[in-house]
C-alpha cells in the first residue's frame, strides 16, 4: 500500500471516530469540545483534499484509476465535496456570528445541516476506507 493510500486510511479512521465523539459532545452539551473538534475536522478535510489533488498533479503515486473506477471516483469526489464545503459555511457562520446574513442563516439551521453534514460525511469516509482497499 502506497503511504497515501495509508495516510489517507488512518485520517478516514480518525475522522470517522472524531465525528462520532463530535457529535456524541453536543448531545451532552460539550460545546466548546465539539466546536474544537469540527474545527480540526473541517481544516483537516480541507489540508487532505488539497494534498490529495497536489499528489495526483504531481507526485503520480497512485497513477491513473483503473477506468470501471472512475464513476464511483467522480461520484466520492463529488459527495465528499458537500460536508467539506457545508462544514465549512457552519464553522464560518459560528465564526462570524451576527455579522452578516451569511452567519445568521447557518446559525439558525445549523443543527439540521449539521445532521446532513455529519451523515454524508461518513459515507465519504467509508467511500474512502473501500478506495483504501480495492486500489492498493
Ligand atoms: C465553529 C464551529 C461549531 C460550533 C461553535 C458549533 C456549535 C454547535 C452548537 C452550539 C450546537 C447546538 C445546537 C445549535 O446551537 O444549533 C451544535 C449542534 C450540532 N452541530 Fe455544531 N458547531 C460547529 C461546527 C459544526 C460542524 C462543522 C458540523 C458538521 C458538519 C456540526 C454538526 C452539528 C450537529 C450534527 C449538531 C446537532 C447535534 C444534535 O442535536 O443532533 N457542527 N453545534
Redesign the pocket.
Known amino acids: 500500500m502506497s503511504m497515501f493510500l495509508i495516510i489517507s486510511t488512518a485520517w478516514a479512521v480518525t475522522a470517522l471516530v472524531l465525528l462520532a465523539v463530535?457529535?456524541w459532545l453536543?448531545?451532552v452539551g460539550k460545546?466548546v469540545l465539539?466546536?474544537n473538534i469540527?474545527?480540526v475536522?473541517?481544516v483537516g478535510a480541507w489540508i487532505f483534499i488539497l494534498n490529495y489533488i497536489f499528489v495526483q498533479r504531481y507526485g503520480g503515486e497512485l497513477g491513473p484509476f483503473p477506468s470501471e473506477y472512475v464513476p464511483w471516483m467522480a461520484l466520492h469526489g463529488s459527495l465528499g465535496l458537500v460536508?467539506l464545503i457545508?462544514?465549512?459555511c457552519?464553522?464560518v457562520g459560528?465564526?462570524m456570528t451576527g455579522r452578516n446574513k451569511f452567519s445568521t442563516h447557518f446559525?439558525q439551521h445549523?443543527?439540521a445541516?449539521?445532521?446532513t453534514?455529519?451523515v454524508v460525511?461518513f459515507f465519504t469516509h467509508l467511500g474512502g476506507i473501500f478506495n483504501a482497499i480495492f486500489l492498493r
Do not use: D, E, Q, S
Open positions: 463530535a457529535w453536543v448531545r460545546i465539539h466546536r469540527m474545527i475536522l473541517t460536508p457545508g462544514a465549512t457552519l464553522v459560528r465564526l446559525n445549523h443543527k445541516y449539521g445532521r453534514f455529519v460525511w
